[in-house]
């Protein structure tokens, strides 16, 4: 028409391509729906990305433990298990858990805790302290280092891929005069753990305080907490307390069978 120049403009209806959270929330969607570890060809032929790009971004995804190695092969890490963690997939589990650490808490009158892996530390997620319980340093901020606690060493003893990434850190931190720093006294350790079921620890985290821990697994076999009676090192008879340590562990893992 005459006064009036119609200018073309190109559309363009390309679908917009995916940044990194894109293409790492594909990768934890994958992960998380696996039942087992996947390698990192096969997570690139789920996704689509690129063995570079899937392999810098998991690099990222294990650095906040929301992915894990587990010798070549990746799997859903601990705090995207937390995220929706036992509780989420395994409808009532507070209310299976919680009669057992009160009645570990009525038998021991100390402190009973229960933690999950977060990283190369134990996190509490449930505490009932005893009356005469004594300062640590996990007061506050419920994490503690895994190497040098009874909750920890469980963990390490039945997963193996943390007893890895603990390697690959190199030697363990010295906290007390107690603390196994050597990697080979911690695999004795472990594998006096592995063997009798319970894992303990005498002043090695903090000075005064010791803890007796067993493992709690769920659905499929898989470690998913421990469970632990903390008290006064001098006071804490620690052989018979893991007796009842571990029947409560057994327990836990048989309720959450049942709720799963």
């Not at 940044?19 to 690139?44: M, N, R, V, W, Y």
């Not at 890490?77 to 009160?102: K, Q």
């Not at 006064?232 to 009842?244: D, V, Y």
Request: some cysteine; overall charge positive.
């Amino acid at each position: 028409m005459p006064g009036y120049t119609i200018t073309h403009r190109k559309h363009h209806t390309h679908t917009a391509q995916p940044g990194s959270l894109e293409k790492g929330i594909d990768i934890l969607f994958s992960l998380s729906a696996a039942t087992q570890p996947i390698g990192l060809s096969q997570l690139c032929r789920i996704t689509g990305l690129p063995k570079s790009t899937a392999h810098r971004i998991l690099a990222v995804l294990c650095s906040r433990s929301l992915a894990k190695r587990v010798g070549t092969d990746y799997q859903a890490g601990d705090l995207l298990a937390r995220l929706g963690d036992v509780r989420g997939r395994i409808p009532g589990t507070r209310r299976a858990v919680l009669p057992y650490l009160l009645y570990l808490y009525e038998t021991t009158r100390q402190t009973v805790n229960l933690a999950v892996p977060s990283g190369l530390e134990a996190e509490y997620v449930e505490r009932v302290y005893g009356h005469n319980r004594v300062s640590s340093p996990s007061d506050g901020v419920d994490r503690a280092p895994m190497h040098c606690t009874a909750l920890g060493k469980t963990m390490l003893a039945f997963d193996p891929s943390l007893r890895q990434a603990l390697a690959d850190r190199g030697s363990p931190a010295r906290l007390t005069r107690r603390t196994i720093t050597s990697l080979t006294g911690l695999d004795r350790e472990l594998a006096r753990v592995r063997h009798y079921g319970v894992a303990y620890s005498q002043e090695e985290f903090a000075e005064g305080v010791a803890c007796v821990a067993a493992p709690v697994f769920g659905p499929g076999g898989r470690l998913v907490m421990a469970v632990s009676v903390a008290g006064p090192a001098q006071a804490l008879p620690l052989a018979r307390l893991g007796i009842s340590v571990r029947g409560a562990a057994q327990a836990i893992s048989s309720a959450l069978l049942r709720a799963a």
